[in-house]
């Protein structure tokens, strides 16, 4: 079956200091990966995105992300976190076919102290 | 990147009434869109995948008739919440699957039925 692990529910990090989210999929076929973010009544912006090549991608915001296939992983990570990224992070994996949706983690709060 | 809209962001509504929620793909052409439902503090569900020019696939445990969903262009569907309760208050979000196979999200809308 297909599913997303985000073990983290919530973090919290002082800003300036770096940031890891942790992402394991369960997939059948060839994943694409995603990282989305919410900010309290908002709805999702796109972080980055995996689909093939380069297994270390680059998002917006100073964000990025690895894919690594033999620990089934796509951990967002970022070197300097600041305030305004205190948010709900969603991982989410899905396919290159046409009808199939998304699957998401259960989401990884991060909050950001002074 | 492809943007998506809902409209209206926020409605309250009197138990028993019915709600449209319009979901649009404002620059790219969309032949299948999804429903979300998000309740506060938790992941998104999946509700139904709406396919342009035919009927909408529900989750299991969706009421089909409850919430009815109409996709009738490329760039619009919309999911009818009918006679609408207050434990159908929650945040319901669509997004637009483009033919590279990413997915955009629109901002939401927030129901609150009394």
């Known amino acids: 079956a297909q599913s997303v692990t985000q073990p983290d529910i919530h973090i919290t990090v002082s800003e300036g200091a770096s940031l890891e989210l942790r992402c394991n999929y369960s997939?059948?076929?060839?994943?694409?990966l995603f990282w989305y973010v919410q900010s309290p009544g908002q709805g999702l912006q796109l972080l980055l995105k995996y689909f093939s090549g380069d297994t270390l991608v680059q998002g917006i915001k100073g964000f990025e992300a690895e894919f690594k296939r033999s620990q089934s992983s796509f951990n967002l990570r970022k070197p300097s976190v600041h305030w305004s990224d205190a948010a709900e992070y969603f991982c989410?994996?899905?396919?290159?076919?046409?009808?199939?949706?998304?699957?998401f983690g259960k989401g990884t709060r991060l909050s950001v102290i002074a | 990147g492809a943007v998506v809209s809902q409209h209206p962001s926020r409605v309250i509504c009197k138990s028993g009434t019915s709600v449209k929620i319009e979901c649009r793909s404002l620059?790219?052409?969309?032949?299948?869109m999804f429903w979300y439902r998000q309740f506060p503090k938790q992941s998104l569900m999946l509700m139904a995948t709406?396919?342009?020019?035919?009927?909408?696939?529900?989750e299991q445990g969706v009421e089909k008739d409850k919430f009815l969903i109409n996709h009738a262009s490329l760039t619009l569907s919309t999911l009818t919440v009918t006679s609408a309760h207050p434990e159908d208050s929650s945040f319901y979000i669509c997004s637009a699957r483009t033919l590279a196979g990413e997915q955009f999200f629109g901002p939401g809308t927030r129901l609150t039925v009394l």
């Open positions: 997939y059948g076929a060839t994943p694409y």
């Open positions: 709406s396919n342009e020019g035919s009927k909408a696939t529900y």
């Open positions: 989410a994996v899905g396919s290159n076919s046409g009808n199939t949706p998304l699957v």
């Open positions: 620059d790219f052409q969309a032949t299948t």
